[in-house]
């Protein structure tokens, strides 16, 4: 999957995993895709919701060697 941007929020607690993504989706145009690596495991829900309340949508998640990765595309 091809991303703009790589966010890594490895090693953030919650809320800065949400607070950093927001920052990185105001640098990318609408329909790039932000890639984004957390370690906290409250990231899926809590990023979920964020995209959903925002008009995003995320295309694909995955989890690899304990770090959630997340394909966010901008709405």
């Known amino acids: 999957m091809e ?28 329909n790039e895709i932000l890639e984004v690596h957390a370690t906290d495991k409250g990231a899926e829900n809590d990023l979920a919701a964020w995209v959903k309340s925002g008009g995003h949508e995320i295309v694909k998640s995955t989890e690899e060697d304990e770090v959630l990765k997340f394909w966010i595309k901008k709405g």
Do not use: F, H, R, Y
């Open 3 to 30: 991303s703009v941007k790589v966010l890594d929020a490895k090693g953030l607690a919650c809320p800065m995993p949400i607070v950093k993504t927001k920052k990185a989706m105001d640098q990318i145009n609408s």
